[in-house]
């Protein structure tokens, strides 16, 4: 994204949103349009942006200081303890790729003969159709409590509550019955 904030193009950040949701748009927005942000949006004065400017030309991460920006907007509307949880929480989802702590619950039936992990995974909604789902186990991009699922054909059974990854973002914690 280099096009302005906008409500219609999707890319808006609202300050009544929960404080993960303003860290994690900050983040998305392109290094660009980030000086854009500081200038317009920032507490800090024109000579520290200017310095953290020079500091990325000179070779510095542009995810350092953005992570500065998405920490000052939270805690202006949130508080320092919220931008903190934030920023952890966006390091474990986005770089270490741990399970975050708040995945949804959903329940599946899967009958007395137990159901294929694809159908599974479309019943859990973490995939549009089962086509997505084979396609992704394929591609080795599902993973069962952590650990890749390769086998297609697999059959998840009745009593069984299993933590499913689809991709590096879409999480369920599946109740299988």
Do not use: C
């Given at each position: ?16 949103e ?22 317009l ?103 069962i ?33």
């Amino acid at each position: 994204g280099v096009n302005k904030m906008s409500k219609s193009l999707g890319n808006y950040i609202g300050i009544a949103e929960p404080a993960k949701e303003i860290f994690g748009k900050t983040m998305s927005v392109s290094d660009t349009l980030m000086w854009r942000y500081y200038d317009l949006l920032s507490f800090r004065s024109s000579a520290e942006i200017a310095q953290l400017r020079a500091d990325v030309d000179g070779g510095r991460n542009p995810r350092d200081v953005k992570v500065m920006l998405a920490m000052e907007f939270v805690a202006r509307f949130h508080g320092q303890r919220a931008a903190d949880e934030a920023l952890a929480d966006f390091e474990a989802r986005f770089q270490r790729n741990a399970i975050p702590d708040d995945i949804p619950q959903v329940n599946v039936s899967v009958g007395a003969d137990g159901m294929p992990l694809f159908q599974v995974l479309k019943q859990a909604g973490l995939t549009a159709t089962t086509s997505e789902a084979m396609r992704m186990i394929g591609q080795g991009g599902v993973r069962i409590n952590g650990e890749r699922a390769e086998d297609k054909a697999l059959v998840l059974r009745a009593g069984e509550t299993v933590v499913l990854q689809v991709g590096k973002r879409k999480f369920a914690s599946v109740v299988l019955s």
